[in-house]
């Protein structure tokens, strides 16, 4: 999920959502995955994408700590895929390995 490339601010939806991936500035929320490692995103991006998140951000977490969401069937390096996808609408080849396409 690292980018390399720098891409020229608002040239691309894609790349400007790819951009967000890694920038703290908008993280309000930490998930937990199953090998403990924990990776920071942000609300609204992954509620709008995914009714998945939408239900365990605006239902689940109100029974739970609000900015932390735990994934006890997840690894970290799919949930990079995961979020990736989400933020992107792709996933670029070197992010997939075989340990994160067999999760």
Same mark, same amino acid.
């Given at each position: 999920?690292?980018?390399?490339?720098?891409?020229?601010?608002?040239?691309?939806?894609? =790349?400007?959502? @790819? @951009? $967000?991936i =890694?920038?703290?500035?908008?993280?309000?929320?930490? $998930?937990?995955?199953?090998? +403990?490692? *924990? &990776?920071?995103?942000?609300? /609204?991006? &992954?509620a709008?994408?995914?009714?998945?998140?939408?239900? $365990?951000?605006?239902?689940?977490?109100?029974n739970?700590?609000?900015n932390? &969401?735990?994934?006890? =069937?997840? =690894?970290?390096? /799919?949930? *990079?895929?995961? &979020? +990736?996808?989400?933020?992107t609408? *792709?996933? +670029?080849?070197?992010?997939?390995?075989?340990?994160?396409?067999?999760?």
């Amino acid at each position: 999920m690292s980018q390399e490339t720098t891409f020229e601010r608002g040239t691309s939806l894609e =790349n400007d959502f @790819r @951009r $967000l991936i =890694n920038d703290k500035r908008f993280f309000d929320i930490t $998930l937990k995955c199953s090998d +403990e490692k *924990k &990776l920071s995103s942000c609300k /609204a991006i &992954l509620a709008t994408r995914s009714d998945v998140f939408n239900s $365990l951000i605006f239902t689940e977490s109100k029974n739970h700590n609000d900015n932390e &969401l735990s994934f006890s =069937n997840i =690894n970290s390096d /799919a949930m *990079k895929v995961i &979020l +990736e996808y989400l933020y992107t609408s *792709k996933v +670029e080849e070197q992010s997939l390995t075989i340990n994160n396409i067999v999760e």
